[in-house]
């Protein structure tokens, strides 16, 4: 089965600065992903591209909700329609006249699969945060105490160990810190504290 997105062009540059409300959004979230664990990945990520965006980037609120809601949405097909991940979102997307820099964060979010480049700071962070964020999670469950006292060094380790959450591509990882100019342990270390506090 080909995830290839076979196009470079999403959205329309007219729309430039749409969004969804967040009642909006929260409408489509609940009603497309049922799955509480892919419920729970996709506000993670959401709330580290929110956390990014404020805290690295010193972005407005305005912009900080363009990257909350790529976090947000960027699986929101994978559960009921995973053959269309993630074309089914970029269309209902484009439908709704959203932002095409959004759409373009979710359509290079896997750039091995879609086939789309990660070009744009929000774009190369969405990628960076996806698979990473899945792996901190996983060691988390199966701490006693969760995410607290967790650091880098318990997650590296984990990182080296191919058969732990196997399912999480450490080559997605390496790559996509490369792309984003940034440090692994940098990374992690800003993971760490701020996932933890999605519930
Ligand atoms: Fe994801």
Redesign the pocket.
Known sequence: MSLLLNRSIFGNPANAGNVLSRNEAAELFTSWVLNPHLQL??KQ?AQLMKCWAAEKQLLDDVTQWRWEMAGLL??AD?DQWPDMHCKKIIEELENRNIDPEIIHAIAS?GPLYFGVEPETNMDKMLFAF??L??LVHAYSLLRPGGYDGMDLKGVKKRLKEKSFAANVSRVDIDDACKRANIALDDLINFIIPRQAMVK
């Open positions: 990945h996709m990520v960027h699986d994978w979010h996806d698979e964020s899945g």
